[in-house]
């Protein structure tokens, strides 16, 4: 299963994988801990959140970057997702820190996988 859709303002999201089960999907309030690999268009991984380590936070009220507070909406538990972020929903003009540091650059982040939300 790989079903690609874009969001508003050319957010790409590709759903890899979905459980069987979904009780309930994700909304905006919901706390969500999530595995990820973020990387740039030429595959450079410039973070990630794997194994043991989760990314662990409120999803809809702005704790993260616009393109992945949207695209962790509607995920259920267990789901894999790819998501590809324009500049202006990711790091903006200036970027950050000394990796992320130009509006040039798109972000992939790939293998997101839901592993809990709370409601």
Not at 17 to 45: E, W
Request: aromatic share 10%; hydrophobic share 30%; glycine share 10%.
């Amino acid at each position: 299963l790989s079903v690609l859709f874009y969001l508003c303002d050319d957010l790409q999201v590709e759903v890899q994988d979905v459980p069987q089960s979904c009780r309930r999907k994700s909304q905006a309030g919901d706390y969500i801990r999530y595995h990820y690999n973020g990387t740039f268009q030429d595959g450079t991984l410039f973070d990630s959140r794997s194994r043991n380590h989760t990314y662990n936070t409120y999803i809809g009220l702005g704790h993260v970057i616009a393109g992945m507070d949207r695209a962790l909406q509607g995920v259920c538990v267990g789901e894999r997702r790819r998501v590809t972020i324009p500049p202006h929903l990711a790091y903006g003009e200036n970027g950050t820190g000394t990796q992320i540091h130009t509006q040039i650059h798109t972000h992939t982040y790939r293998h997101i996988h839901c592993v809990y939300f709370l409601h």
